[in-house]
């Protein structure tokens, strides 16, 4: 018996396939970057935007930075009010590398400081002249200076400009033909330079030099300068010229005369008229007179 193999067939159902479900992310956004534009200025890492709110002491305390602080941002960048920045402004942060970072000029230092000196004015003194202080203690030094030797009283250097410092003024015009009076001179006016610039007690003006001797009064000063010749001045005394009804009169080149009986009395001569007719009770009423101009003397 012949067995035919019997085949083998498989047969299977169609398998039906259910789709998978996929669900997609949504994709993040993608990042933007927006990069600021480079400030317009010559050294961008130095300089500073003012953004809407900004102070300077707020700016400061961001930059942390020892050298950086609101007084040193107002100096380098010409600040007088800190609360005067607007938004839109740069702003200098390097405060110390004499650069304008903004511009790229280099910082010129800055001006020194304006030293202001306050000087009190000056003084009345009871005695009618006045303290300039200082100015005057030069001013007596010099006189004591210009003076010294001729007779007259040295001057205290106590700056206080009384009447014998305002005769010596007044004595000093007269020699250095100057206008004649008896004011105060003002400390570092012109009158005061022509003064210190002086070096010898020049010859007045109008000394009758001519004469081997001579002898030139000044009302206004009430001084009288003495000299021999056109060698210079010898003398400078403090005088009276007279009161109301007896003022010495205005001369010109008068000579002089010495009253010689005056030497047998010790040098003493009584006035015939002045200041009184009668014999002075002790001795006389003038010293060693020289006499000019019909009775008029100097005397002392």
């Known amino acids: 018996m012949t067995t035919t193999p019997q085949e083998s067939t498989s047969t299977s159902e169609p398998t039906a396939t259910t789709p998978t479900a996929t669900t997609e992310r949504p994709k993040p956004p993608k990042s933007t970057t927006t990069t600021a534009p480079p400030l317009d200025v010559e050294n961008p890492p130095c300089v500073r935007a003012i953004q809407r709110g900004d102070s300077l002491s707020a700016l ?3 930059l942390r930075r020892e050298t950086v602080t ?3 941002l107002q100096r380098e960048n010409g600040i007088t009010n800190p609360d005067s920045i607007a938004a839109g402004d740069y702003l200098d942060i390097c405060v110390k590398n004499k650069i304008n970072d903004i511009t790229g000029e280099k910082r010129k230092p800055p001006p020194p400081p304006t030293t202001t000196t306050t000087t009190a004015p000056p003084t009345t003194l009871p005695g009618g002249g006045t303290n300039f202080g200082s100015g005057v203690v030069a001013q007596q030094q010099k006189l004591n ?8 009283a040295e001057l205290a250097t106590d700056g206080d400009s009384g009447s014998y410092t305002q005769q010596q003024l007044c004595a000093a015009r007269v020699a250095l033909g100057m206008p004649v009076n008896r004011n105060d001179m003002a400390p570092g006016g012109s009158e005061e330079q022509a003064l210190m610039a002086a070096g010898d007690l020049p010859i007045p ?24 010749g056109s060698s210079g001045v010898t003398f400078v005394f403090g005088t009276s010229t007279g009161e109301a009804g007896h003022k010495t009169r205005r001369q010109d080149g008068s000579q002089v005369f010495r009253y010689d009986p005056a030497r047998k009395n010790g040098g003493w001569h009584d006035s ?23 009775g008029q003397a100097i005397h002392g």
């Open 60 to 62: 400061a305390d961001r």
């Open 70 to 72: 609101v007084k040193s």
């Open 145 to 152: 200076e210009l003076f010294a030797g001729k007779g007259i």
């Open 205 to 228: 003006e109008g000394a009758p030099t001519s004469a081997s001797r001579w002898a030139l009064i000044d009302r206004t000063c009430q001084v009288m300068f003495v000299g021999e």
């Open 272 to 294: 015939t008229s002045f200041p009184v007719a009668a014999d002075n009770p002790l001795n006389g009423n003038m010293y060693k007179p020289l006499y000019f101009d019909n």
